[in-house]
């Protein structure tokens, strides 16, 4: 199944939306894996259990010859 995007700066006010996907594992992605930290702190605060952040962002990412599909 796909994953869902978020803006990190919608998130607080998108908590109930995402809460069916409280039990599920969530990787959270910036241009360079510093902002990423952040959401991941206010979604394990909001009870989300395994929450990620993609380390070195996608930026490391694409370095690493890995896809991308941007929308």
């Not at 995007?5 to 959270?28: D, Y």
């Not at 929450?51 to 929308?71: C, I, R």
């Amino acid at each position: 199944s796909k994953g869902k995007i978020v803006a990190r700066k919608s998130i607080e006010q998108r908590l109930a939306e995402l809460e069916k996907f409280k039990a599920r594992p969530i990787i959270i992605a910036c241009a360079s894996g510093h902002r990423s930290s952040s959401t991941c702190a206010t979604l394990r605060k909001a009870g989300f259990e395994k929450v990620f952040a993609l380390d070195g962002g996608t930026g490391a990412w694409e370095q690493a010859g890995l896809p991308l599909t941007k929308k």
